[in-house]
């Protein structure tokens, strides 16, 4: 199958910076894309990367090495609000391009 | 404008009823996916429309399980003879499809909370 993985669980400080791995099979996925859903909520659009390399938006950040089968969300200057879970997403490699979702990190900010 | 919208927020049904799950896509959007979200997990894939072509429905857990997109727009998800293991959110989003450049991103609607007792 396609499997997509990430930590279950993160928890770090108001205004550190945190990073969220993601990793998946190298093959079937010609995209990376990140959402946020607080609990209770839809998830929302946070980023996304076809291309290797680094795509910063503000305050988030996203990396994907495709070789690597490997990408990560970055937050910085962490805010009580960023208390979320945050869904890796592949984008299947074929013209219909479904997604794939990961199991989602749930990252809890302490004051 | 308008974003994606779902109904009934919440629906309460018995084991063995059946129910209908109703989805909005926002205008213009040539893609809708079905989802499964129990609580704490990550979202289950059921279902993709895309255009007029046939949907991919290689997650649906069950024949119980079926759903539709009437005039390229509004989707039903319709779970038949219900049980207790179909408890959980159903989430449906759309997005502009493929080919209409941009990143494609997934709008989510709020989800139907689904509880069968």
């Known amino acids: 199958g396609q499997n997509i993985d990430q930590p279950t669980e993160m928890t770090a400080t108001e205004g550190a910076i945190v990073q969220i791995n993601c990793t998946y099979q190298t093959s079937g996925f010609n995209g990376l894309f990140w959402y946020q859903q607080h609990a209770g909520e839809a998830p929302t659009f946070l980023s996304y990367?076809?291309?290797?390399g680094l795509e910063e938006k503000g305050r988030f950040s996203s990396f994907l090495s495709r070789s690597k089968g490997y990408s990560y969300l970055l937050l910085k200057e962490l805010q009580m609000k960023d208390s979320a879970s945050y869904l890796c997403?592949?984008?299947?490699?074929?013209?219909?391009?479904?997604?794939?979702f990961g199991p989602g990190t749930r990252l809890s900010v302490l004051p | 404008g308008a974003g994606v919208s779902q109904s009934p927020s919440n629906k309460v049904t018995e084991k063995g009823k059946d129910v209908e799950l109703r989805c909005d896509p926002i205008?213009?959007?040539?893609?809708l996916y079905w989802y499964r979200q129990s609580l704490g997990q990550g979202l289950e894939f059921l279902i993709y429309?895309?255009?007029?072509?046939?949907?991919?429905k290689s997650g649906l857990p069950s024949d119980r399980f079926s759903a539709e997109r009437t005039g390229g727009s509004v989707s039903t998800l319709t779970i038949q003879r219900t049980q207790q293991e179909d408890s959980a959110v159903y989430l449906c989003?759309?997005?502009?499809?493929?080919?209409?450049?941009?990143?494609?991103?997934?709008?989510f609607g709020p989800g139907t909370r689904l509880t069968v007792t």
């Open positions: 997403a592949g984008r299947r490699d074929n013209y219909g391009q479904n997604f794939v």
């Open positions: 990367n076809v291309l290797d």
């Open positions: 429309f895309q255009g007029n072509s046939a949907p991919d």
């Open positions: 205008s213009g959007h040539t893609a």
């Open positions: 989003a759309s997005s502009l499809g493929p080919g209409r450049g941009g990143v494609n991103e997934q709008y």
